[in-house]
C-alpha cells in the first residue's frame, strides 16, 4: 500500500513538472540558450578578455543570425505547406550557393578567389538566390495556380541539376585550387566578417520584425487554405510575402556562412517534441531560441572542449538527415494505418 502511493506521489509529481514545462517551455528554453551563451564565452578564456570578447562575441553573433534564420525561414515553409518534414534548402538554394563558388574559383583561379572582394561577392550571391525564388514563386505561384508541391518539385529538380553541373565543374577545376571550392562547400562558423555580419544582421532583424508582425496570419493558415480565405486571408498574396521571406532568410545565412540544408528541419522537429501548442506567437520564439541554443552549444563543444577535432556543420547534416529519415518512416506508418 506505501508503495502504491509513494508510486502515485511520484506520477502526480512528474506530470506536475511536465506541466510546468510545457506552460513554460519559452521561458525554458531561453535560459538554455543563455546558459550556452555564457559557456561560448568564458570556457578556456584565461582572463584574456580584451581579445577574447570581440573574437567570440562575433561568432556569437554570427551562430545566432544564421539560427534564427534557417529555423524560422523553416517553420514559415512548414506552416505554409502543412508539412512538417519540409526545408527551404528543398527548393535549390545550396546548390545554387555551391555552384556559384565553383564557377568563380574556375574562371578566376584559386587566388583570384580568395582575393575576390567580400562585399560584391556576397551581395552576388544573395542576388542569384533570390532572384531565382522571384522567378521560381512568381511562376508556380500565381493567382490562377496555388500548387506548392509542384514549386517544391521543381525547385528539387533544379538543385539536382545545379549539383549535377557543381560536379561537372568540379572535374574542370585545376587540381590545385579543389581544396578551396571543398572548403567553400561546407558552412563555416569560425571565420565571419564582421561588414558581412552586419548586413546581415540588418536584413534579418528587419525580417524579424514583419514575421512577427504576421505571427496571427501564420495560426489562421495553419487551420487550411479554405478556411484561411473564409477568414479573410489572401492566400496568394500572403503566401508570396512568406515566400519572399523565406528565400531572403536563407539567401543571407548562406551567403554568410555557407549551407546547411538539414539544419532547419532538426531545430523544427525538436520544436514539436518539445510543445504541441501550435501558435506562432509561441513557436516562433521557440524555434529561434532552440535553433540558436544548438549552434551555440556545439560549437562550444567542438571548439572549446574538443579542440576542434570535428566540423560542427558536418554533424549537424548527418544529425539532420537521420531525423529527415526518421520523420518520413514515422509519416509512413501514419498513412499505412
Not at 199 to 228: E, N
Request: proline share 3%; hydrophobic share 55%.
Amino acid at each position: 500500500m506505501q508503495q502504491q502511493s509513494t508510486f502515485t506521489t511520484l506520477t502526480t509529481f512528474i506530470i506536475t513538472i511536465k506541466d510546468w514545462l510545457s506552460r513554460h517551455v519559452v521561458a525554458v528554453t531561453l535560459l538554455l540558450f543563455v546558459i550556452s551563451c555564457l559557456l561560448f564565452m568564458t570556457i578556456n578564456a584565461h582572463g584574456h578578455w580584451d581579445f577574447i570578447l570581440p573574437l567570440r562575441g562575433k561568432k556569437l553573433l554570427g551562430l545566432m543570425m544564421v539560427g534564427y534564420a534557417i529555423g524560422t525561414a523553416t517553420l514559415l515553409l512548414q506552416t505554409l505547406t502543412h508539412n512538417p518534414i519540409l526545408t527551404p534548402y528543398l527548393l535549390g538554394y545550396d546548390a545554387i550557393y555551391v555552384l556559384i563558388q565553383r564557377l568563380l574559383v574556375f574562371t578566376l583561379g584559386g587566388l583570384g578567389y580568395a582575393s575576390l572582394p567580400l562585399l560584391p561577392k556576397y551581395g552576388f550571391e544573395v542576388g542569384c538566390m533570390v532572384l531565382f525564388s522571384v522567378l521560381l514563386f512568381r511562376l508556380l505561384f500565381t493567382k490562377a495556380r496555388q500548387d506548392l508541391t509542384q514549386m517544391i518539385l521543381v525547385g528539387v529538380i533544379f538543385g539536382i541539376l545545379c549539383h549535377s553541373l557543381s560536379n561537372l565543374v568540379a572535374r574542370l577545376i585545376n587540381p590545385s585550387d579543389f581544396a578551396v571550392i571543398q572548403y567553400a562547400s561546407y558552412a563555416q562558423f569560425n571565420n565571419i566578417n564582421t561588414q558581412l555580419l552586419s548586413i546581415s544582421m540588418v536584413v534579418v532583424i528587419a525580417a524579424m520584425i514583419l514575421i512577427w508582425r504576421w505571427r496571427h496570419q501564420c495560426d489562421v493558415l495553419m487551420l487550411g487554405k479554405p478556411v484561411a480565405i473564409n477568414l479573410g486571408i489572401d492566400y496568394q498574396k500572403f503566401g508570396l510575402k512568406l515566400l519572399a521571406m523565406i528565400a531572403i532568410l536563407v539567401s543571407v545565412s548562406t551567403a554568410l556562412v555557407g549551407p546547411v540544408s538539414f539544419f532547419g528541419l532538426l531545430v523544427c522537429a525538436l520544436t514539436n517534441r518539445i510543445t504541441p501548442n501550435m501558435s506562432h506567437s509561441m513557436r516562433l520564439p521557440l524555434v529561434a531560441f532552440v535553433a540558436m541554443t544548438t549552434l551555440v552549444l556545439g560549437q562550444t563543444i567542438f571548439e572549446q572542449l574538443l579542440g576542434m577535432a570535428g566540423v560542427l556543420s558536418v554533424v549537424i547534416e548527418v544529425g539532420g538527415g537521420i531525423v529527415f529519415l526518421l520523420l518520413l518512416a514515422s509519416h509512413y506508418r501514419l498513412s499505412t494505418r
